[in-house]
């Protein structure tokens, strides 16, 4: 099986060190290279192509998120995985918004790391359980129950369904309407409805969904 091309990028040298050295451990994974910051990254990811980038968002020069936006910009078939401490609500949708397919804080322990980036490689959202409560919190009487969900899904048309399959990973909507050939605004509309349909607010949340019931 061909290696897990990763690159690591986290402007801490002690973190950055003790990541590639966990990384090389898996037998799945070869780490091809490491930068301190955002545009070490754009860079660096030009010139070896990983599959998975595990990105830190706060870094000087350029933060992790403007770099995920202009890496996946230029490169639409790297992973970007968030690696962070913050667990903040407006980071987590401004890395998915800017095309990141997961988002994990440092305390996941080393073997699920290891997991979730073999799993990002494959392009399915990738959350910690944290993070994941955030997206998703605990039922209210206002959202809906999880079958109510699954019913929502399978009244979604065919179109409906391949649109959200992409969004689980991570697909912007340029990138939906050149996989789909069709426009853009079209595109932008079946996200929309989508969002209407499920009652939810943006598309992280959607992304979550379809990784939920196997839209891959």
Not at 56 to 63: A, G, R, S, T
Not at 71 to 81: C, F, N, Q, R, Y
Not at 164 to 172: D, W
Not at 177 to 199: C, D, W
Request: glycine fraction near 6%; charged fraction near 25%; avoid cysteine.
């Amino acid at each position: 099986m061909t290696p897990i091309r990763l690159m690591i990028i986290e402007d801490q040298w002690m973190i950055r060190d003790g990541l590639a050295a966990l990384a090389q451990i898996a037998d799945n994974i070869d780490v091809v290279a490491t930068g301190a910051d955002g545009t070490e990254a754009i860079a660096l990811a030009s010139r070896h192509q990983p599959d998975v980038v595990l990105m830190d968002i706060k870094m000087p020069k350029l933060n992790g998120i403007e770099a995920t936006r202009r890496i996946k910009e230029s490169h639409p078939t790297i992973a970007v995985l968030v690696l962070t401490t913050f667990e903040e609500d407006d980071l987590i949708h401004d890395a998915f918004a800017a095309g990141a397919v997961g988002y994990l804080t440092k305390d996941i322990a080393a073997e699920d790391l290891a997991d979730a980036i073999a799993t990002a490689a494959k392009g399915i959202v990738q959350l910690t359980p944290g993070v994941a409560a955030r997206v998703f919190p605990k039922p209210s009487a206002q959202r809906r129950e999880l079958d109510d969900e699954a019913e929502t899904i399978s009244h979604l048309t065919p179109r409906e369904r391949e649109v959200l399959r992409l969004l689980a990973t991570g697909a912007t909507n340029p990138e939906i309407g050149r996989q789909l050939h069709i426009s853009k605004g079209t595109a932008k509309n079946h996200v929309s409805a989508i969002l209407r349909q499920l009652g939810i607010k943006d598309r992280t949340q959607a992304a979550v969904i379809a990784s939920r019931y196997d839209l891959r």
